[in-house]
């Protein structure tokens, strides 16, 4: 019989999208690199200094755009309680950092945890389910159609380019007047709107994955100025990009 709570740290190289699903509850960490979650029709970047809360039996999709460092925590169901929502995507605060560093001392094992170590798992399942109250509003939409996941993908794919509506919708097959009622039926947002999320995702994994400067992050995800890809990443996160870059360092 398994702990009832233990961790471990990881390193991955770049992987295409794989199932997830563990009968524990799962708070995910990256502290290099950069992991891509979907589910639920949604999908979110794992940078550094946020992490995920997948609820036990929940399955998730997984990528790795990027090698990546990960740490892992792993709750007893009977250990922590349920969390608040399957999949949340948050902001880890100093506190549970410092917790996350010092759960990965003690791995799975069958003997029980020593009651300091149990302590501080609880007070780690005790500061995440709090802060995952506060999910993270930087979310892209995944799509339910295999035309709108493809439409998707492709902008996604051409985020460097000039990328037109139009043409996205000859590629996958339908006028652009049924592409745009896709994108409202099943992002509940336009395509420009996607474009922007999907833009300002690929530049918190390019800010998570180097030391290229912002200038040229903002260059290479689309933006040929400088102070608008400022002001839609501040919109979406709350920070500028070089503020955002900060917080990946304890």
Known sequence: MSREAYAFA???TDAPPSELCVDRHYLLCASRGALRLEAHGKSWSLPPARAALIAAGEPIQVAIPQPVTTSSVLFDP???PEPPAPLTVFDLSPLARALVSECVAW???ADPLPPYARSIFGALAAVAWQLALQPSPVTVPAGQSSELRRALAL??????EDVRFDDLAHDVGLAPRSLARRFED?????????LRRLRVRRAVEELAGGEDSVTTIAHRVGYTSLSAFNAAFRELTGRTPTEYRATFRP
């Open 10 to 12: 990881r390193d991955f």
């Open 78 to 80: 009977q250990f922590a």
């Open 107 to 109: 791995p799975e094992a």
């Open 155 to 160: 902008t996604d794919g051409r985020l460097g």
């Open 186 to 194: 099943e992002c509940g947002m336009t395509w420009r709107a996607a």
